[in-house]
């Protein structure tokens, strides 16, 4: 073969170098980020179409449209390039290299794979209503003009005509017509309204159709995804040369407009663009179920016939969520609903090169864990770490053993009078789920005051006796201090000097409810992003309130002085009405009025009851369905129009509470007993749950591994002073104990929720430190310098925090929605790509160990290469994880969403991880970089693990925005400045065993 001149040469290598490939991973970060954060206010579309449908960024001088930086299109031709030279150039075809040349080849199939989604996938919708028949779908985003022959009476001819061709003084023509439309005007968005006839406006463009009574006003384009635009058109019809008059066609029309021309009938008009199918689809019936009690969607689901007259196919299909339709190469997938449950709207995409990503993930995967591996094979260890003490780390072990027997062994609270801890294992329907009233209490103490403990006279009181004080007696309860305020306007509101003092009764506050009240109505009128300070903190004090006033009046009216008696008396007066309660007796006797009248003014005690309940303590009637749990007040406006006797399990909930406020601790135990045998017979599997739930609350194993690492973390910062070995297996060894009830928490709440680990952010926060703990004890046991432990330890006590942090929001284990309502991908991608953030922070955390024992000079030559070592694989760990769990949320995604990747901002967080350890891996392999700087690169690898975890859920943008929170901006913005020091410090540290000049 003749070979390449030598500036043909030099291209070669240059397009196959590492510098470049370092360039265009950098560079696809920095669109990745800028399109992300765009997003929030220019709309997902068009940040997409921006900066990775182009070629090039463009701005605008004058007339002149001039690129100033490369696009998506642009970096990922030169990728694309790339990688197929790297794989000829660089990289040898042996099998050692053979893990790298498949993930190079998979990683071309993917960029191909993008660039045949940008330019030939097509997304419409269809929107249905019950008992309709389409045959098209329609873009979400685009309309066109559209011309129909209605002359004939069995089929109509429809022209369809692009926006594109609409400029002002253009005529568009067809050769099936005898006329010709000139248009006067057209505008990208408008508004129409009706023209006023009072303000004497001259005559419009329009002198036919709608737009003689309208009024068109132009209005700026808009991009956002909750947006769209409305086009407008003033369109000339003429027919040889004489013209029929002007039209004003706009979107904002919802009939189309007829006219004559050529002794033929036409309609014309503005509408979405139509891309007709070769079958139709009939909506029979639509389904929106949400869980009992609340308005979180459990299911959307189309019930839809399918007929294709090619085919001879007449079939119902069912379309659900994470469930989609394929069929002749689109995808219909549920996106959406309206009209009162009676419309569904279905998302369709036309996407050829949807295999391609599946194959590419293949490849890539395979070349990935084979690389690794053959690296693994060969690893050994920096430096020769101390010998192993059996004898010591025996009895390390049995320290650590006995650590935890005792820390599992201890009460959180001091002890519970009896019947308290059997009142709080009994089962109740509360936010879709069943749990134990130990967790309504728990979950609505630390949204009260940010913790499960509450005091009482000086004495701590469990959880579950607080929630039986404030349903028994509650002006007692109103008298302890369950409110945490720290916003000094919302103090001053309620006419409290603040200080000190951090909580606050609900007695104190009562006499200020209505001023409270009124700025809360006054504060809610106000958008999110534009309320202040104080109308955030009086919104979030109000809705708490409003909780613990639903708590206080679930079981009994607050003013009830005995709910026993109280049942009683209604049982009677509805017996003594006889048929008068419900309208049976034509004319009461004065008996009867009587008991209907004492009747009355109980049952609106009891509607209040029903509309403001809780949670739901009484288990369904049987032979009802298993989730059919009711509020007392329900049960008792029920007893009323149905005639059915008050339910034996609120008498049982009556006795006990009476029992309570009579102060008879005797008869409260065993009230609560025979409660608590009642509903164990009527529904075991309810009340086993709630025990597991219950003995879980009571083991708090995330509390005790927070002491516990805290714990080893001291024995190994003590190991590095004195007696190295002995507190380095100390360290090691209550790592583990911790773990241990690190792991008990983590699959205790995967028995009580029949879920995997992570389902929401504070279960991913739990499973983070896991993971990172988990990896931290195997570079423990290889390296054994008590670096790995300390770091470790400090990882998971931090996630436990962030995740303590999280639970204040409410309960932790609550029900999925229904777009998540997948086990099977919340095993698979969820727990893949968590892994990844487990260890990326883990190198993050080795790195600024690193950092600071470089900066200290306290970093002996081995422990300084020991920790590079154990960074880079790490990192690798990391870089397999987080490409695997990114690539299976595509997979997911196309599985329930119909399209692969949509630059998402959920997406986009995931994939700048891959990227940034991508380039640190090849910044290493070139020899860009060394210990320090992949030490320092390995620290800013947390703040872009952070954003992609916390950061794009901020933007509340995006089909992953169920996780959208806007509390954490403070403290994600403090983690990064904390980052961005460590590594300003890091690029300045010197090298242990380096020499400077």
């Known amino acids: 073969m003749k070979p390449l001149p030598p500036l043909h040469q030099r291209a070669y290598k240059a397009l196959a170098s590492l510098e470049l490939t370092l ?58 390039v790339q990688l197929v030279l790297i794989n000829f150039a660089r990289v040898q075809w042996t099998l050692r290299k053979s893990g790298i040349l498949l993930t190079h080849t998979g990683l071309v199939l993917l960029v191909l794979g993008e660039f045949v989604t940008g330019g030939l996938a097509v997304e419409t919708r269809m929107a249905v209503s019950e008992g309709e028949t389409l045959n098209y779908t329609e873009s979400g985003r685009q309309d066109e003009l559209f011309v129909a022959d209605v002359t004939a009476a069995d089929a109509d001819t429809v022209y369809q005509v692009p926006l594109s061709r609409l400029r002002p003084g253009r005529e568009v023509s067809h050769e099936g017509w005898p006329f010709v439309l000139k248009v006067k005007e057209f505008h990208r968005n408008s508004a129409v309204g009706p023209r006023p006839a009072d303000l004497n406006l001259p005559p419009g463009l329009a002198d036919q159709g709608l737009g003689k009574d309208s009024l068109l006003k132009a209005e700026s384009p808009v991009s956002s995804d909750d947006e769209r635009n409305m086009p407008a058109a003033f369109i000339e019809v003429s027919e040889g040369g004489r013209s029929l008059g002007t039209w004003l066609l706009a979107s904002a029309f919802a009939r189309e407009q007829r006219f004559h021309a050529g002794g033929r009938d036409f309609v014309f008009g503005l509408r979405p663009v139509r891309r007709m199918l070769p079958f139709s689809l009939t909506l029979k019936d639509f389904r929106h179920d949400v869980y009992p009690g609340t308005q979180i969607p459990r299911n959307f689901s189309s019930q839809v016939r399918l007929v294709n007259p090619a085919t001879g196919e007449d079939r119902d299909v069912l379309i659900w969520m994470n469930n989609p339709l394929r069929y002749m190469g689109r995808t219909f997938y549920q996106a959406s609903f309206g009209q009162n449950d009676t419309l569904s709207v279905l998302q369709v995409v036309e996407n050829p090169g949807w295999l391609m990503p599946y194959v590419s993930f293949g490849l890539m995967a395979v070349g990935l864990l084979i690389h690794f591996l053959l690296t693994l094979m060969s690893f050994k260890p920096v430096g020769a770490p101390p010998a192993a003490d059996k004898k010591g780390a025996g009895r390390s072990a049995v320290t650590a053993a006995a650590v935890l027997l005792l820390f599992g062994a201890s009460a959180a609270e001091a002890k519970a009078p009896a019947g308290v801890d059997a009142w709080g294992r009994l089962p109740v329907l509360d936010g879709g789920r069943i749990k134990p009233l130990d967790s309504v209490a728990r979950s609505s103490l630390l949204l009260f005051r940010g913790k499960q403990s509450i005091r009482r006279e000086g004495v701590s009181i469990s959880p579950a006796e607080w929630l039986l004080e404030l349903s028994a007696r509650p002006r007692e309860a109103d008298r302890l201090k369950v409110f945490r305020i720290d916003d000094p306007d919302v103090l001053g509101l309620l006419g409290q000097r603040g200080g000190s003092e951090r909580y606050y009764s609900f007695e104190v506050m009562a006499p200020k409810l209505g001023d409270l009240e009124a700025q809360a109505r006054r504060a809610r009128e106000v958008p999110g992003p534009q309320r202040t300070r104080f ?33 009683a008396a209604y049982e009677a007066a509805l017996a003594a009405s006889g048929g008068a309660a419900r309208g049976h007796a034509a004319a009461p006797t004065p008996k009867q009025r009587e008991a209907l009248q004492a009747m009355m003014g109980l049952f609106e005690r009891y509607r209040f009851l029903a509309e403001v309940g809780q949670y739901r303590p009484l288990p369904p009637a049987p032979g009802a369905g298993a989730e059919d749990w009711s509020l007392p007040g329900e049960a008792l406006v029920r007893s009323l129009s149905a005639g059915a006797p008050v339910p034996a399990e609120l008498k049982a909930y009556a006795a006990v509470l009476d029992a309570w406020r009579s102060g008879d601790k005797t008869g409260f135990a065993a009230r609560t007993a025979e409660l608590s045998a009642l ?19 009571g083991l708090d194993p995330f509390g005790k591994g927070m002491a516990l690492y805290v714990l080893a973390l001291l024995f190994a910062a003590a190991s590095w002073m004195v007696r190295p070995e002995s507190l380095r297996k100390a360290a090691f060894w209550t790592m583990a104990a911790a773990f241990v009830l690190h792991s008990a928490g983590v699959f205790g709440r995967m028995a009580i929720q029949g879920r995997p680990p992570v389902t929401n952010l504070y279960s991913s926060a739990v499973f983070v430190g896991w993971g990172a703990v988990l990896l931290a004890l195997g570079l423990e046991w290889v390296h054994k310098r008590g670096i790995a432990s300390a770091v470790g330890a400090l990882v998971g006590f931090s996630t436990l925090i962030v995740a303590h942090h999280l639970s204040m929001s409410g309960d932790t284990m609550e029900m999925m929605q229904a777009v998540l309502d997948s086990n099977f991908w919340l095993a698979t991608h969820v727990i893949t790509i968590t892994i990844g953030y487990s260890a990326t922070f883990l190198a993050g955390a080795l790195g600024m160990g690193w950092i600071a024992g470089a900066r200290s000079g306290r970093l002996s030559v081995e422990n300084s ?123 300045s540290s010197p090298v242990p065993g380096e020499t400077r000049p």
């Open 23 to 80: 360039a265009c991973l950098v560079l696809l970060m920095v669109l990745i980020t800028a399109c992300t954060l765009e997003q929030a206010s220019l709309g997902m579309f068009a940040s997409v179409e921006k900066y990775f449908r182009s070629a090039f960024l463009y701005m605008h001088v004058g007339p002149l449209k001039l690129p100033w930086f490369p696009a998506g299109g642009a970096v990922g031709l030169v990728l694309l």
């Open 535 to 567: 109308e955030r903190a009086v919104l979030d004090l109000f809705d708490k309130l409003d909780r613990y006033q639903s708590l206080k009046n679930t079981l009994a009216v607050e003013d009830t002085k005995g709910l026993a008696a109280e049942l």
């Open 679 to 697: 509903l164990a017979g009527q529904r075991p599997e309810a009340a086993a749950r709630a025990r597991r739930e219950a003995a879980f609350n």
């Open 865 to 987: 290469r020991s920790l590079v070592q154990m960074t880079y694989g790490t990192l690798c760990f990391a870089m397999f994880f987080s490409f695997v769990g990114t690539v299976l949320g595509g997979i997911w995604a196309d599985q329930s969403w119909g399209r692969f990747w949509g630059w998402d901002p959920k997406e986009n967080g995931a994939l700048l991880l891959v990227l940034w350890i991508a380039v640190i891996l090849h910044a290493r392999w070139a020899g860009y970089v060394r210990e320090r700087g992949i030490m320092v690169m390995a620290v800013f690898g947390n703040v872009v693990t952070a954003m992609a975890w916390f950061g794009v859920n901020m933007l509340g943008v995006g089909l992953h925005s169920y996780g959208f929170m806007d509390k954490a901006v403070v403290w994600l913005a403090a983690f990064t400045a904390l980052m961005f020091a460590f590594m300003a410090v890091g690029a």
